[in-house]
Structures are given as structure tokens and as C-alpha cells.
């Protein structure tokens, strides 16, 4: 999306950068984990298909961020008919990482442009059944389980922003600071995604 190609979301934890074509093949290491793809609900892809993936979302840029890298998080806007509809998803990668409120922060921060920069109402994130960590962090952000695909095997939960769920938003993310992607320095590793 070319409206946040240089955008940088960075929180107390986490800081969220485009997906650039330095984050491709770490990316696509992670891809081939069984586990993900089942936590994913994701199939592999081949390394050729993972970089067009990314060409497709933005122009090639250079980074060093790549050894930083803890998951992936990507908010899509599925209805056309109503765009203030958007389906989240957060993966956290790193199996030393989970566990230790990445996810949550992710997804806050998430939520939180999606709301103030993309005029966001209502988000959906769709869950592997199996994925308890995953499903009980979005209950704790307010999310209600409204749906179980059998076929698919994942559970669809759902959060209207109201304005109290939007003040709410507002109070967790208030440390979030957005910067642009070309001047960022980043200075540590350890806290991002």
C-alpha cells in the first residue's frame, strides 16, 4: 500500500517498518516452518514467489533491518463496499520472541494507524483454531469470537470501534510515534518486528 510505504511505527517493544526487499529471504526462512504455516494457515512459497509478493507491495529499497526481524503483521482492507473494514494479522516468528507481548504491542500499533490514518471501524482477524496464544490476545484487546470455519479450521473474531473502544486504543498506543522509513536509525535489535 503506497500510502504507508515509508511509514515507521515504533513503540515501546516493537517498530513496525515496510516490508522491504532485504526482509525477503529471513521472511521466507520462516515460511518453511511447518508450524507457522499451520499457525499461519499459510503454504509455502518459493523464494522467486516471495520476492515478487513483496515487488507487488512496494518498489525495492535497501535496509538493515533484516537480522532484527521478529514476525509480521498486515492489516488488509477485504470489503470493498465498506472500507472501513480491515482484517489483521500478526505473526511473531521468532519462537525465543513469543510470549513476550510482541504480538500484543504489534497489534495495537496496528490497530491504532488503522483507526486515526485509515478511517478503520471494525477489524476482523482470522485464527487457525488451534492458535490459543493467538486467540486469547485478541480476546484481551476487546475482540469476540463470532465464527468457526470447520473447513478451514480457523475462528474469526471480530471488534467494532465504538468510542470508548477507540479512547480505549487511543491509551495503549499513546507512546506510539511515527516517523518516516528513509530517516529512521534504528539502534537496537532486539525489540522489533
Not at 533491518?65 to 503483521?73: I, K
Amino acid at each position: 500500500m503506497k500510502i504507508n510505504q515509508n511509514t515507521v511505527l515504533q513503540g515501546k517493544k516493537v517498530t513496525l517498518v515496510p516490508y522491504t526487499s532485504a526482509h525477503v529471504s529471513r521472511y521466507h526462512e520462516w515460511m518453511k516452518s511447518e508450524e507457522l504455516q499451520q499457525l499461519t494457515a499459510s503454504e509455502p512459497l518459493s523464494l522467486e514467489q516471495e520476492y515478487e509478493m513483496q515487488r507487488s507491495w512496494q518498489e525495492d529499497a535497501d535496509s538493515t533491518e533484516e537480522d532484527c526481524m521478529v514476525g509480521d503483521v498486515n492489516l488488509f482492507l477485504t470489503d470493498m463496499e465498506d472500507p472501513t473494514v480491515g482484517e489483521i494479522e500478526v505473526m511473531i516468528a521468532e519462537p525465543s520472541c513469543r510470549g513476550r507481548g510482541f504480538g500484543k504491542e504489534t497489534t495495537l500499533i496496528m490497530m491504532f494507524y488503522g483507526v486515526t490514518k485509515l478511517g478503520i471501524t471494525k477489524f476482523e482477524a482470522k485464527v487457525g483454531q488451534e492458535n490459543e496464544a493467538s486467540i486469547s490476545m485478541f480476546k484481551k484487546l476487546h475482540f469476540k469470537e463470532v465464527a468457526m470455519n470447520k473447513v478451514f479450521q480457523e475462528v474469526t473474531l471480530k471488534l467494532d470501534v465504538n468510542e470508548q473502544q477507540r479512547q480505549w486504543l487511543l491509551e495503549q498506543t499513546n507512546h506510539v510515534e511515527e516517523k518516516k522509513y528513509n530517516v529512521l536509525n534504528l539502534q537496537t535489535c532486539a525489540s522489533e518486528t
